[in-house]
């Protein structure tokens, strides 16, 4: 069974900073794609960033030079640096894997979910 646990969610003041972590078990993490998207209330679910198992990543546009995806693949895990947050970043945070090699910002691409972080940034 898949399972993919986040952690570090919480409340922090604009501009601070915040690292998320999504540890996974029962798939082959180091083949698979890895993703970490947030939905804020009424708003549906958007892509974030993500890093493939080549240690490729992107991002979206808002979080560029903000956010840092990374993975260590030693641990299955992946992280999610946030600095200089901003209260638009408020949202509950998902880690996703897929088995996918095609766009990995696309979230019908990803087969596995976590539970979701809960990110409060306030102004």
């Given amino acids: 069974q898949v399972q993919l646990i986040e952690s570090g969610g919480g409340l922090v003041q604009a501009g ?12 082959p993490f180091t083949g698979a794609g890895m993703g970490w998207f947030r939905q804020a ?7 974030v ?3 493939n198992r080549h240690g490729n ?4 546009n808002s979080v ?14 992946i992280y999610l640096q946030m ?3 901003k209260s638009d970043d408020t949202a509950v945070y998902y880690c996703a894997a897929s088995n996918s090699i095609g766009d990995l910002q696309r979230a019908p691409k990803y087969n596995y979910w976590g539970q979701g972080t809960q990110v409060t940034v306030s102004s």
Avoid: H, M, Q, V
Wanted: aromatic fraction near 6%.
């Fill in 16 to 27: 601070g900073s915040l690292r998320l972590s999504c540890t996974a078990s029962g798939l």
């Fill in 49 to 51: 960033a993500r890093i």
């Fill in 57 to 60: 990543s992107d991002y979206e």
């Fill in 83 to 85: 600095n200089s947050l």
């Fill in 41 to 47: 209330p009424g708003r549906e679910r958007e892509f």
């Fill in 64 to 77: 560029k030079g903000r956010f840092t995806i990374s993975r260590d693949n030693a641990k299955n895990t």
